[in-house]
Structures are given as C-alpha cells and as structure tokens.
C-alpha cells in the first residue's frame, strides 16, 4: 500500500470542541479524552481491536448532558475514515463479525458503498450504564454511518448485561470496519466504478 491512510478532523460548535486524528493502518494505540468516562472506555477499545491509531481530545457541555459530545464525536470519527479511504480503491468494502463477549453475542456487518443506513437492533433494558445514557450509543453510530457514508446493521442476538452490550457492539463494529477496509485488490469493488455515490 503507497498511500497513508490518515485523517486529522476538528470540529467547533457551540456546543462542542473536538480534535480527531485516525490512522487506519495503525497497531491499536489510543489517546482519548472526552469527557465521558464511558465513551473513552468504548474508543480505545474500538482502537485495539480495530487496530486503528485514534486520538479523540473532546470539549463538550456535558453540564447539560452527554448527548452533543458523543454524537459529535461520531461525526468526527465518521468523517476521518471517509477521508482517510479516498476514493476506496482496492479496499475489500465488506466486512462482518459475530463478537461474543460472556452471556451477550453482537452481530454487525458493514459496506464501505457510500450509502448511508443504519439498522441498530439492540434493545437495551436499562437507561443507563454508570453515568452513560444508553440509547447515545444508537446516537453514536447513526451518525458515524450517516458521515462515513456506511451501511451499517448491528444486531444484539443475545445479551442482559448492559456494559457486555455496547462493548460488544464497539469491539464488533470495530472488528467489522477492519475486514472492510483491509485491501486486496488495485480496483474498486463496485461495477459502478465508483463508492462514492
């Protein structure tokens, strides 16, 4: 591979504050600050075992709540690997993983197709997990699809404990995202000829 599969993003509203650095081709090394204890847990793990370099520095108005941070995060984390894959030439698009973890068992699947949907089948009992909301993890990766231009289906085929849940589905996400972006050809893998539409 010639090209460096990198992208720094920042991001400044009145409600948040975010620099992001990502590279694809990394060994799992994390630096991650947001401000929301849980989301730092979810994103290094999502590193390591995507085995993505990521640093996330995040300002947000969490005296409010955690929704404006985690979401715009996403965002950011959307956008960096839609720049860091360019055009997508040679990358295998597709990827999948079935991630155990203890009682609980995420399925996720994803296409780089530069189409965004999201099928987010993980009904979670409680509302929250420590200090963390929940349902921001459907917030999460709505709007990392919707800025990666991914489809994007993570289903809970089994699962109680609630931690166990969202941290399977980062480390399946995860794990999903490095199949896909794995390269294997000098093509693009669509017989339109383009991903980015």
């Given at each position: 591979?010639?090209?460096?599969?990198?992208?720094?993003?920042?991001?400044?509203?009145?409600?948040?504050?975010?620099?992001?650095?990502?590279?694809?081709?990394?060994?799992?090394?994390?630096?991650?600050?947001?401000?929301?204890?849980?989301?730092?847990?979810?994103?290094?793990?999502?590193?390591?075992?995507?085995?993505?370099?990521?640093?996330?520095?995040?300002?947000?108005?969490?005296?409010?709540?955690?929704?404006?941070?985690?979401?715009?995060?996403?965002?950011?984390?959307?956008?960096?690997?839609?720049?860091?894959?360019?055009?997508?030439?040679?990358?295998?698009?597709y990827?999948?993983?079935?991630?155990?973890?203890?009682?609980?068992?995420?399925?996720?699947?994803?296409?780089?197709?530069?189409?965004?949907?999201?099928?987010?089948?993980?009904?979670?009992q409680?509302?929250?997990?420590?200090?963390?909301?929940?349902?921001?993890?459907?917030?999460?990766?709505?709007?990392?699809?919707?800025?990666?231009?991914?489809?994007?289906?993570?289903?809970?085929?089994?699962?109680?404990?609630?931690?166990?849940?969202?941290?399977?589905?980062?480390?399946?996400?995860?794990?999903?995202?490095?199949d896909?972006?794995?390269?294997?050809?000098?093509?693009?893998?669509?017989t339109?000829?383009?991903?980015s539409?």
């Amino acid at each position: 591979m010639n090209r460096s599969r990198t992208a720094e993003i920042t991001r400044k509203t009145n409600e948040t504050d975010i620099y992001l650095k990502l590279n694809i081709d990394g060994s799992g090394e994390s630096k991650i600050t947001t401000g929301v204890g849980f989301l730092n847990h979810m994103l290094e793990l999502f590193a390591r075992h995507g085995g993505f370099d990521l640093e996330v520095i995040a300002k947000g108005d969490t005296n409010v709540d955690d929704h404006h941070t985690v979401e715009d995060i996403g965002i950011c984390l959307g956008d960096a690997f839609k720049k860091a894959l360019g055009d997508k030439k040679g990358i295998r698009r597709y990827g999948f993983f079935l991630l155990p973890m203890d009682e609980t068992l995420i399925e996720c699947a994803i296409d780089f197709s530069g189409r965004t949907y999201l099928n987010y089948a993980a009904d979670i009992q409680a509302v929250r997990v420590g200090t963390f909301e929940t349902e921001l993890a459907e917030e999460f990766f709505k709007a990392f699809a919707d800025r990666a231009a991914v489809n994007l289906h993570i289903i809970k085929r089994f699962g109680r404990n609630t931690h166990h849940i969202i941290e399977g589905i980062f480390k399946a996400v995860a794990r999903s995202i490095k199949d896909a972006v794995v390269v294997e050809s000098d093509r693009i893998m669509s017989t339109k000829g383009t991903l980015s539409e």
